[in-house]
């Protein structure tokens, strides 16, 4: 088990002990990672935001909703084991808290996904209340952790509409490119149909600049046209093009766990910040 402590001295504002008691009683908020356009960085963000998250003296859940099962390798948990998944969850009433698994980061927990869970999507279509199945399935989860990030498939299938549903918030990373706004439309469109059928206010908790490159004039233009639409809701922290931070998860390994020092976990490690912050905001306006 890899210990807060192991990431010392490098990152002392990490192990702010003060940001995990100011949040102690707030516990179960689901943040659905999603993005249905790929490669824009969203499984690295759910990577890397839950184990930064953990990093604070949390207790966090990763789970794992994209049949590809990026983030359940990318977290160096094996798939085909034979153990159970997010599919048995969802179909087979195994109990979330069976599927759950330990990660070598202290604090940080796993519900895995692996290519069986491509069928739920035709499995869940007769199901009664096949939306609300993954809220259901986690309900028994959400006293345990502080966050529960769900890492989305690159799709709005009938697994991120379970995510939506589910989720107190909505976080979209967007990578700085000239398609950056493509798509983003039909996500928001989904996002109104969840809250006028679903009853679920789903707010963005942020919108994420992902693969920053600011020594192009590209990034900086397609950066501020996204501010423009997205006003305050974009994050003040950016993500940027790091080859670190390509290469962890092929390691198994959060950015923190495989390379700290790296702009890849000091990004992440801030953007872990803000939203504690923003979170204790809301909950001072309340």
């Known amino acids: 088990m890899f210990h807060v402590e192991h990431l010392l001295p490098i990152c002392d504002t990490v192990r702010r002990r003060d940001a995990s008691r ?50 359940t390798t990318g977290l160096g948990i094996a798939k085909n084991t034979g153990k159970p998944t997010l599919y048995d969850v969802l179909t087979n009433d195994v109990p979330a808290t069976e599927a759950v698994v330990h990660t070598e980061l202290d604090g940080l927990d796993l519900l895995p996904a692996d290519k069986n869970l491509v069928a739920a999507n035709l499995e869940l279509v007769d199901t009664e209340n096949r939306e609300f199945r993954l809220k259901e399935r986690i309900a028994p989860l959400r006293d345990q952790y502080h966050f529960l990030l769900v890492d989305c498939p690159p799709a709005l299938d009938l697994l991120t509409l379970n995510a939506f549903v589910a989720a107190d918030s909505l976080l979209v990373p967007i990578q ?85 020092r790296s702009r890849g976990a000091e990004s992440y490690i801030q953007l872990a910040k803000e939203i504690l912050a923003h979170e204790q905001a809301q909950r001072q306006a309340q």
Not at 24 to 51: D, F, H, P, R, S
């Open 176 to 260: 700085c490119e000239f398609f950056a706004l493509e798509g983003v439309s039909q996500l928001l469109d989904t996002v109104d149909r969840v809250r006028q059928s679903f009853g679920n206010p789903l707010p963005i908790e942020g919108v994420l600049l992902t693969m920053f490159d600011d020594r192009t004039n590209l990034t900086r233009q397609v950066a501020d046209d996204l501010r423009e639409f997205f006003a305050d809701e974009v994050f003040q922290t950016v993500i940027p093009r790091s080859i670190r931070l390509a290469e962890a998860p092929s390691h198994g390994k959060p950015i923190l766990t495989y390379d700290v």
């Open 22 to 71: 100011r949040i102690e009683t707030t516990l179960g908020k689901i943040i659905a990672v999603a993005n249905q356009k790929g490669g824009v960085g969203k499984t690295t963000t759910a990577i890397n935001l839950a184990a930064s998250l953990a990093a604070n003296d949390l207790r966090i859940l990763l789970i794992d909703s994209d049949p590809q099962g990026n983030a």
